[in-house]
Each structure stands twice: as C-alpha cells, then as structure tokens.
C-alpha cells in the first residue's frame, strides 16, 4: 500500500517558517517526479513546487524567493521549506508523487493544514 504523509503543518505568524516533510511509503520515490501543491478555501488546488528525479525544480510565480524543495531519495522523503510566509500562503498543503513513465501512477497524500496570521 502506498502512502504519502504529510507533517509539518501549523499557525504561524506572517513573516514566519515552515518546514513540510513527506514521507513516503510503498513507493521508492527516487523516479518519481514530487510536488507540493496547495488548496485554499473557495480555490482549485494548484502547484506549489515540484522536482524532477534530476533534481530540477520548478515554482509557482508567487512562492519563487521564499519556498525551496529538496528531496532526500535515501529517507524516501520531500521537503518543503517555506519562508516569508504570508496570509496568502494560508491553505491546504499536499504532497504529489508523479510517474516519468506511461502507464504508471499518480499518488496524493492527505494534506497538511498552514494557517498563516497577520
């Protein structure tokens, strides 16, 4: 059974950190390409960061300068560290494991909640 889990979610104030972790299991991750994607309340759920099994990433417009991903394949994890947070970045946070090849499968985790105050 594969299972992405999400941790690191909380409150914090604006201009504060985060770090999201997602462990995953059932799944060696090294080629998967790993987002995070994000769902606030009202909105579609949208891409945050992603990064290749090559380790080239990729970020939504307004996160570039605050956000970075990393992947650690030996701990079977992604990171997201967040920096600068703002009332904006308040959502839904979800890991996303997504196959290179065709024919294989996406996997979601369940989310962790980022509530950021003003």
């Known amino acids: 059974q594969v299972q992405l889990v999400e941790s690191g979610g909380g409150l914090v104030q604006a201009g504060g950190s985060l770090r999201l972790s997602c462990a995953s299991s059932g799944i060696i991750i090294r080629p998967y390409g790993m987002g995070w994607y994000r769902q606030a309340p009202g909105k579609q759920r949208g891409l945050v960061a992603d990064?290749?099994?090559?380790?080239?990433?990729n970020y939504e417009d307004s996160v570039k300068g605050r956000f970075t991903i990393s992947r650690d394949n030996a701990k079977n994890t992604v990171y997201l560290q967040m920096n600068n947070l703002k009332p904006e970045d308040t959502a839904v946070y979800y890991c996303n494991a997504k196959p290179l090849w065709v024919g294989g499968m996406e996997y979601w985790g369940k989310g962790t909640l980022v509530t950021v105050s003003s």
């Open positions: 990064i290749h099994s090559d380790g080239k990433t």
